[in-house]
């Protein structure tokens, strides 16, 4: 126990602390202003000076460690001296500009030199001048503002791991610059801007149209884009959303965001927003009133279940709706329509892989908290780069590397870079080689306990006698994996983390397998990357063909009769077709209507013309979203939804945290589930609640594992995995493990098509947000410097064709694209990636589509391509 | 794609503990290479160091010996503080200036010389004095440094 005395009062400390922290924690509040609590210390300012008995001078008491008996005077007269003395100093080379300064109001210089004074200098030199720069399409940056503190650089260096910008120059030359000197050229996070103690780091998004003051509405909510789910407050005025800001410290993001979360909300204003119902009249979709729209399709659906059954209909579940949305829909279709036919796209992989992974090592494998990952000494990472599929988990990682984890990425990781990675990049597609001899090494370097038999069982079976050479057709040297093998093996927590790469394969199931195993072999925890909002969501509410709400899988009578009782609606005993089977159904017209909710299969399901071919047999087609998208365009009716930012409801993230999402602008329109109510009132059923809340209720009667999870147990914070309900517990009696036929290969002018999942675009809201826009504002294909230098392409136009037709993109040259493949992402109209795929086998298990099938080949355009 | 410092840089790095703290030869050699610290230049140094690129300009420009501009095929580093300029290095400046165009901290037409005005470099007791590239020239006079310039090309 530490004893100190501050200002007369005597302060007892468990631990050492600076004196700073000490005062803050006997409610002593010490000026600071290069201070900022998780970021590096620093010591710069001095505006945090303090008297402490027997030590000359002031001190700072930002840096300065309390030690036994110390005796501290925070206030006096010398102390205000020396403070009024550093403003002074401080504003030698600032320009007061505060009348039309974005910061006024909020900035702490501000706010110090209107407590301390120092604005009537004594210094006569002119002030530095340093114009504006306006160069950056997201942030401005003023840095005759700029007083040195750091602050933005160690946040982006230390914290962010991104190291874009830094303090250049010496002495009263020093300003923060990004590498470029214009450009920031970065990751676009804002994590700077957030602390940016005056007007220096600006956002361009809100620059000079509002004063902090005039916010009329300040409103904690849950990131739309990815599912990490950051909390932030979206600030609105006049029912817009000025500005995302996020709150120091708080939620599993601690107050840090990424480009998406902060930068990608301007898609809730776009002009171009659903407004009206819109019904196809002669070909045309036009205005029409809700009544008549819900009408018509209670008329239309009504007779489709009359007269071919309710498995005639199939249901679009939404990863980007919320809990109570996807409830509501799933059970319309089960209770009112009677169909299990009910997917979303987190079938694309996300969810067929964590069924997998929990079939084999129980319910809640995957639900691990994000801030855990900073305790792993070792983090394996394969299948994607988690700083761009859900960078603040990204960010996690990095933290930990920081702290001395060994990363061992599989495939490239190029966020990870300067992270000093262990890389493995084996030969396309052969990481199941890979993953397959380090389980053998692990098994024989640890054996195994006996846990899951049925798991062992499969492991046995699975892998050889010899280690050596297992990995021989991948490429990868067996010295490398040996390497990487120890590492792992040494390791004492050591964490996986799995993205949709690995998946979307033909034998993504091996891939997932192998993993599952490696890590109960070697004790690991699982993170499965999820790009969307909500998809852990979407599975836990029973947005699945075979799964009710709460993870019971309906085949088993005793599940599905309590699920009956508890909603008083009838399900289906039979399991229904999962997203990819849908289309084929629709196109041999098992299938013919289709209920779609925030989604968008014409153009983000891989299968191009199959599946927009499939949609236009359909007798209904039904689209509730927020945009006019490629499938609404086709639809027979078309219901304006609202944005995450206009209701209330929870999500789900992907360490199946559920988190309170909150209407921050009023916009007129409804909810999805409200939607979804209405029209079962009409098809003679009734579903009725007052409100998400009221709908939650009900989930927390029905879903055993979110059983008596109410609003208020969200808040007050009892909402990590199981909550207070129960998993299913045991592991299944049978492994399911299927093998892919051969690979196509490449080569010969033909390359395989992969999917690129940049940092700033994620899709349709992202398409629709002009500041992301700006960052990637067209669709590229990534290659290989080499392939691409075999071509004779070093940027320009090129064409790349599959045998589902062409694009004409611009060629970007990166050399983290593996030889052999080129990367195209699936965010712009008549550009998308999923467009160039023809029909994609599906993994038997997980039911995800296989991506490697498809192969394109790329050819210059004359005139465009430099040689 | 191996880089033009990469073998040099080898057995830098081999002197240090992390690749981090071969910073400071690192830009020196990519200075040497270049004549200065381009974009590119200091783009090379990250990737071969593995210290991302702002950090290395950071580095780069706190200190005074890393030059951030095009200069010429000769740098000439001349000092002017107090005992060179008792002893006439003012007026040396005025002859390089005459004689080959270039003022200070400026490069001659032809690309020849670079002119850098030091403060100090420590050779008092034989002012004044010069660097030219890395050769060190003492007790100039108004006389030998034309004989002294005229060896570089
Ligand atoms: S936006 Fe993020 S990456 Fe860019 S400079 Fe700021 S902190 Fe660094
Ligand atoms: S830009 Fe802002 S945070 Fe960065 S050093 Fe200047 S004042 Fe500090
Ligand atoms: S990491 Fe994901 S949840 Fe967090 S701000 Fe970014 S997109 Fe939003
Ligand atoms: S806050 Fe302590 S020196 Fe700046
Ligand atoms: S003053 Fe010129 S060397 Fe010291």
Redesign the pocket.
């Known amino acids: 126990m530490i004893k100190v005395t501050i200002n007369g009062r005597e302060v007892q400390l468990d631990k050492q602390v600076t004196i700073l922290e000490a005062a803050r924690r006997a409610g002593i509040k010490i000026p600071t202003l290069c201070h900022f609590e998780g970021l590096e210390m620093y010591g710069g300012c001095r505006l945090c000076l303090v008297e402490v008995e027997k030590m000359p001078r002031l001190q700072t008491s930002c840096t300065l460690m309390v030690t036994d008996g110390m005796v501290i005077t925070t206030e006096s007269e010398q102390i205000a001296a020396a403070r009024r003395g550093m403003l002074e100093f401080i504003l030698t080379n600032h320009p007061l500009d505060c009348p039309f300064c974005d910061k006024a109001g909020e900035c702490e210089l501000q706010d110090l030199v209107y407590l301390y004074g120092g604005t009537e200098g004594r210094f006569t030199e002119p002030k530095a001048k340093h114009p504006e720069s306006n160069v950056d399409p997201i ?1 401005a940056r003023n840095i005759e503002r700029c007083i040195s503190c750091t602050r ?1 650089v160690r ?2 260096d230390g914290v ?1 791991g ?4 830094s303090m250049i120059n010496r002495g009263r030359h020093t300003v923060m610059e ?1 590498f470029s000197g214009g450009k ?1 050229d ?8 957030t602390v940016c103690p005056v007007g220096s ?1 600006l956002s361009r998004l809100y620059k000079e149209t509002y004063r902090p003051w005039q916010v009329e509405r300040t409103v904690r909510t849950v990131c739309g884009h990815c599912g990490v789910g950051c909390s932030y407050d979206l600030q609105v005025r006049d029912e817009a959303i000025k500005r995302v800001i996020p709150r120091i410290g708080e939620g599993l993001n601690r107050g840090l965001l990424c ?1 998406r979360g902060r930068f990608g909300y301007e898609f809730v204003g776009a002009k171009d927003r659903l407004k009206k119902p819109l019904v196809r009249r002669d070909g045309n979709l036009v205005e029409t009133t809700w009544d008549e729209a819900l009408g018509f399709i209670a008329a239309k659906l009504s007779e489709v279940i009359k007269t071919h059954g309710g498995e005639a209909v199939a249901g679009i579940a939404s990863v980007r709706c919320t809990n109570e949305d996807n409830y509501v829909f799933q059970k319309f279709m089960r209770g009112v329509v009677g169909t299990n036919n009910i997917d979303s796209a987190a079938r694309m992989g996300f969810s067929g892989a964590q069924a997998y992974l929990e079939s084999l090592r129980g319910q809640g494998v995957s639900a691990n908290v994000i801030a855990g990952l900073a305790k792993s000494d070792v983090i394996f990472v394969a299948g994607g780069d988690p700083t761009m599929v859900t960078p603040i988990l990204g960010l996690e990682i990095r933290g930990a590397a920081k702290k001395g984890a060994k990363i061992i990425s599989l495939d490239p990781a190029p966020g990870l870079e300067f992270f000093n990675p262990h890389k493995i990049v084996p030969s396309l597609f052969a990481e199941g080689a890979v993953l397959e001899s380090l389980l053998c090494r692990a098994v024989s370097a640890r054996g195994m306990t006996g846990e899951l038999p049925h798991l062992e069982e499969a492991i046995r079976a699975a892998v050889s006698a010899e280690c050596a050479g297992v990995a021989a057709q991948s490429g990868v040297p067996d010295a490398e994996i040996e390497k990487a093998s120890a590492t792992i093996s040494g390791s004492q927590s050591p964490a996986f983390v799995i993205g949709p790469d690995i998946v979307q394969r033909a034998d993504g199931n091996r891939n997932l397998f192998l993993l599952a195993a490696l890590s109960y072999v070697t004790g690991g925890r699982i993170f499965l990357l999820s790009g969307k909002a909500n998809e852990q969501g979407a599975v836990d509410m029973g947005c699945l063909p075979d799964t009710l709400p709460g993870g019971r899988p309906l085949a088993i009578d005793g599940f599905r009769k309590r699920h009956e009782d508890a909603c008083g609606m009838s399900v289906p005993a039979r399991e229904g077709l999962s997203l990819m089977e849908m289309f084929p159904a629709m196109a041999d017209g098992r299938i013919k209507a289709l209920y779609v909710i925030g989604e968008n299969p014409a153009f983000n399901l891989p299968g191009g013309n199959s599946i927009k071919s499939a949609l236009e047999k359909l007798d209904l087609l039904v689209v509730q979203d927020i945009f006019l998208t490629e499938t609404a365009k086709m639809a027979d009716i078309v219901l304006p939804a609202l944005s995450w930012a206009e209701k209330d409801g929870t999500f789900t993230n992907l360490e199946r945290r559920i988190q309170r999402v909150r209407r921050g602008v009023n916009r007129e329109g409804r909810e999805d589930w409200r939607i979804l109510c209405d029209l079962a009132g009409r098809m003679g059923a009734a579903m009725e609640y007052a409100s998400s809340e009221a709908v939650m209720s009900e989930i927390a009667r029905v879903s055993p594992v979110h059983r008596d999870l109410h609003y208020s147990d969200i808040e007050a914070g009892a909402m990590q995995w199981p909550y207070h309900g129960e998993p299913l517990r045991g592991e299944a009696s049978t492994v399911s493990l299927v093998t892919a036929s051969a690979r196509p290969t490449v080569g010969s002018g033909r390359f395989a098509l992969l999917v690129d999942r940049p940092l700033f675009q994620s899709g349709t809201l992202t398409r629709r947000s002009k500041a992301l826009l700006k960052l990637i504002p067209k669709a590229t294909v990534k290659m290989n410097p080499l392939d691409a230098a075999s071509l004779g392409i070093s940027g320009g136009i090129v064409r790349v064709s599959s045998d589902a037709g062409s694009v004409e993109l611009e060629a970007v040259i990166d050399s983290s694209v593996q030889m052999g493949a080129v990367k195209i992402s699936n965010h712009f109209e008549g550009a998308g990636v999923f467009g160039l795929m023809t029909k994609p086998p599906v993994d038997p298990v997980t039911k995800a589509p296989a991506f490697e099938g498809c192969l394109v080949a790329v050819e210059p355009l004359k005139g465009d391509a430099k040689s | 794609m191996k880089s033009q410092i990469a073998d040099e840089l080898e057995c830098v790095k081999a002197k240090y503990p992390a690749e981090r703290a071969a910073l400071l030869p690192a830009l020196y050699l990519a200075q040497r290479k270049y004549g200065w610290l381009s974009a590119e230049a200091m783009d090379e140094v990250s990737r071969e160091l593995r210290v991302p690129k702002a950090t290395v300009r950071g580095v780069a420009t706190f200190y005074a010996m890393y030059r951030h501009k095009q200069v010429g095929r000769n740098v000439i580093q001349l000092c002017t503080n107090v005992s060179c300029m008792i002893l006439g290095a003012e007026r040396l400046v005025d002859i390089i200036r005459e004689k080959y165009g270039v003022e200070p901290g400026g490069t001659s037409a032809d690309g020849r010389f670079s002119l850098v005005i030091m403060e100090c470099i420590g050779a008092c007791g034989t002012a004044p004095a010069m660097l030219v590239n890395t050769d060190f020239h003492e007790s100039l006079t108004q006389e030998n440094i034309v004989t002294i310039l005229e060896g570089y090309r």
């Open positions: 942030l933005c946040m982006c962010v991104a190291s874009a910008i990004p920031f970065c990751e676009y996070c804002g994590n700077c801007l780091i480009a």
